[in-house]
């Protein structure tokens, strides 16, 4: 026999031979642990260390697609054990055991054959899969309280932070009755990781952000638990310390537990989670496991770690200590183990057998359906229902003069207008980032909503970005509806992968079991004057517009901002849509359109009664009609909208009626607009203040070209850089001279 284990075979003459070598004792069971929770807790183990060896078998014939497993891990049994069915839970992808045992809690007849079901079938991507229908494999079932997560490690935290703050938050909104919330207001939220994770930045971000809500004294009913087996893939944690960085995390209470202690780990786990559920305060369970069979099924652990680490592991086989705990306390012996052992393989080898055959996902409809669900019809109607927003809430909330009566407004306090009016219409509604409540916001947009609706529902949070889309995770997918802001555009950048990869894919990954509705205020594109640089200036949109099934709205200006939010808000509300609202700063305070004080960029806010009339859906271009209208047509958003309108006003002095067509929205974009009016000149100018490469204007382009518009077009886009400090911003940004220019050279053709 090689050092270390080698094959599943390997890892299961082992256990036999184990289990063979005890002998049979009369120790009488730990308090708090019955004879009964024993045997779940090993059957849980058993399942998972079985589905293990089942995912190499499927691998070896090419029906398999995963064989990352949970072996050496199963102690985390006892994790779930000691937590209640209903408690949210975000699996790290070896809480094989926990996910076992938890469908277990259930009370189910057939608890082994119900886990493996669901785990096997995402490991041969069966369309039937209880979570993500063959989408990825992953520990997740909405009706185990089991919310998926995704194969980037770590980037599960700062959600879960999340949902322990909205359980708490919900608490506080609808008291200790249940609501529509998907939890009990008493649950806590677990979730596992490993400890090369640890390191992350989004877990260090997500321990700083739970330590810091602690420090502000609120609640925070959360769970962590490391599972660590002392290595990430190939790279040894340093002896000490996971255990020295988790210990010295402010405001988290650290308890720790040995894998091969299985009652042990128990007894902490259930004082780990008294803790936490009755504290409302966050700890950590470090749980010390060890890793079977490398890190998955291809990789050879032998070529990297020392025999001698490989042997020490075998010694701490969390499913032998466990065996050894019923044979030592003569609830079983060594044959009765093995049989079970072999009960619980065969059972498992049965329900592979059975998933085998089930039908896959077999076209792009049937992957996309989850992506990003829309109801418009809903959405619209949504909307119409609001047209009776109570009048008496309005005048309390808004105090003497309602935002219709105030006169034309700007994009700003149009933005801030809608946003109250957003939280009259709908109460779980929240709004949060960086100076948004005290200060309200750093242009004022969200000025007076903290006082109009407190600070349970307009806060201020923490100077991180990653944590503040966090901590929107978290309360979507426990029923609110957050509105977040991150402070510019430059600053999405480095927490992107909260949007990306955790909000945009959640309805993708749980067949849309799970979703994270979000209206994300994002501050953002160029044109202050060279003022602020780049950070404050960035333009970069691209990073947005490849997202599958996200939303992103530019208004341009007041009397499009209103409808559009409103849109983005209910449709986050009725779809779970994941929206941007991307604000052009440059035009938060623009009064005038052509000349110095016309107010023509200003606009009348529209009371409840207009909002279905003046609905716009998701996807509909707005459209400017110049003179004739029909020479040019420019196509454009954003900053591009004002600038355009005033080249195309100068441009009918020289004869050239234009149309000028205001996306509105970049994703999806409005493609039936764009070739309408498009082909109703035959000529399409381009106008993108964003970059040449990766900029909106490549997708209008594509558009065009893939609906086989014959016309001429010709683009203008800003120069592939960063932006610069003072006026030398305009050497990079497209300018009014451009466009006049472009349309009369496209015109000259
Ligand atoms: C952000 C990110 N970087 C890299 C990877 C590739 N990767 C997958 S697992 C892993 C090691 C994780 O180690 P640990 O947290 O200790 O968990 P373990 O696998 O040991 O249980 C790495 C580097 C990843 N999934 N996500
Ligand atoms: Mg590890």
């Not at 993500?132 to 997740?140: E, S, Y």
């Not at 060890?290 to 010694?315: C, N, T």
């Not at 200590?321 to 306390?329: C, E, G, I, K, W």
């Amino acid at each position: 026999m090689l050092f270390g284990v080698t094959t599943p075979q390997d890892l299961d003459e082992r256990f036999r031979t184990a289990v063979g070598a005890l002998v049979p004792g009369t120790a009488g069971l730990p308090d708090g642990m019955t004879a009964e929770l024993a045997r779940a807790l090993f059957d849980a183990q058993l399942t998972s260390r079985h589905l293990d060896l089942a995912a190499r078998w499927l691998r070896s014939f090419g029906e398999g697609y995963y064989t990352i497993g949970s072996a050496g891990h199963e102690s985390n049994a006892v994790v779930a054990a000691a937590l209640r069915h209903t408690d949210p839970a975000l699996l790290h992808y070896r809480s094989g055991a926990f996910y076992a045992a938890r469908v277990a809690q259930a009370g189910g007849a057939d608890p082994v054959a119900d886990a493996a079901r669901d785990v096997l079938r995402g490991i041969v991507a069966s369309a039937r899969e209880p979570i993500a229908g063959g989408r990825h494999k992953v520990f997740g079932n909405a009706a185990h309280h089991v919310v998926p997560t995704t194969s980037t490690i770590a980037s599960h935290l700062p959600r879960a932070v999340g949902a322990a703050f909205a359980i708490e938050r919900l608490r506080k909104v609808n008291g200790t009755e249940t609501s529509e919330a998907p939890w009990p207001p008493d649950a806590i939220v677990v979730c596992s990781f490993g400890d090369a994770s640890v390191n992350h930045a989004t877990a260090t971000a997500a321990l700083n952000t739970t330590g810091w809500i602690d420090h502000t004294g609120l609640r925070l009913p959360l769970l962590l638990v490391c599972e660590d087996n002392g290595i990430g893939i190939s790279v040894k944690s340093p002896q000490g310390w996971v255990e020295t960085t988790l210990k010295s995390r402010p405001g988290l209470r650290y308890f720790a537990a040995d894998g091969d202690d299985p009652m042990g780990a128990y007894a902490t786990a259930v004082r780990a989670v008294e803790h936490v559920r009755k504290s409302r305060k966050p700890a950590v369970l470090h749980l010390r496991t060890v890793r079977f069979m490398g890190h998955a099924g291809a990789d050879a652990e032998v070529a990297y770690r020392p025999a001698a680490d490989l042997e020490r592991d075998l010694a701490r086989d969390p499913v032998v200590a466990t065996a050894r705990l019923l044979v030592d306390t003569g609830l079983a012996a060594p044959e009765e183990i093995v049989a079970r052992y072999d009960e619980v393989g065969w059972l498992v080898r049965k329900v592979a057998e059975e998933v085998l055959g089930e039908p896959k996902l077999t076209s792009p409809a049937d992957v996309v359906a989850a992506l990003a669900p829309r109801r418009p019809v809903r959405v619209a109607r949504t909307l119409a229902d609001l047209s009776v927003l109570s009048a008496a809430d309005r005048s309390a909330a808004f105090g003497e003069r309602l935002p219709e009566d105030a006169g034309p407004l700007t994009l700003a306090q149009t933005i801030n207008a809608a946003l109250a009016d957003g939280m009259l219409a709908n109460p779980k509604m929240a709004v949060f980032g960086e100076d948004v409540a005290i200060k309200g916001g750093v242009y004022g947009v969200t000025k007076g909503l903290r006082d109009k609706f407190g600070a349970t529902r307009v806060f201020d949070t923490l100077l991180d970005e990653t944590s503040i889309l966090g901590l929107a995770l978290g309360s979507g997918l426990a029923g609110m509806l957050p509105v977040p802001e991150i402070q510019y555009l430059a600053y999405l950048h480095n927490a992107e992968d909260q949007l990306r990869g955790e909000a945009a894919s959640m309805q993708f990954f749980s067949a849309g079991a799970y979703r994270n509705p979000m209206v994300v205020r994002l501050a953002g594109l160029a044109y202050q004057e060279g003022f602020g640089g780049h950070f404050h200036n960035d333009n970069s949109v691209a990073v947005l517009r490849d997202i599958p099934g996200l939303v992103v709205a530019v208004p341009a200006r007041a009397d499009d901002a209103a409808p559009l939010l409103r849109t983005c808000l209910a449709s986050a509300a009725v779809d779970g849509s994941v929206c941007v609202f991307l604000e052009p700063i440059a035009l938060y305070h623009t009064r005038d359109l052509y000349e110095e004080g016309d107010n023509e960029w200003l606009a009348p806010y529209l009371g409840p009664a207009s909002w279905s009339e003046a609905h716009v859906p998701i996807g509909r271009a707005r459209v400017y009609n110049v003179g004739t209208a029909d020479d040019l047509t420019i196509i454009t958003f954003g900053n591009g909208v004002r600038m355009s309108l005033r080249v195309a006003a100068r441009l009918v002095d020289e004869g050239i009626g234009a149309r000028v067509v205001d996306l509105r929205w970049l994703a999806p974009l409005p493609v039936a607009d764009v070739i309408r009016e498009s082909s109703a000149t035959g000529r399409v100018l381009v106008v993108d203040e964003t970059r040449r490469s990766g900029g909106v204007g490549e997708g209008v382009l594509a558009a065009l070209v893939d609906a086989g518009y014959v016309g001429s077009v010709s683009r203008i886009a800003s120069v592939d850089s960063f932006v610069p400090l003072g006026p030398a911003a305009k050497e990079v940004l497209v300018a009014e001279d451009a466009i006049t220019q472009g349309a009369r050279a496209l015109l000259a053709r």
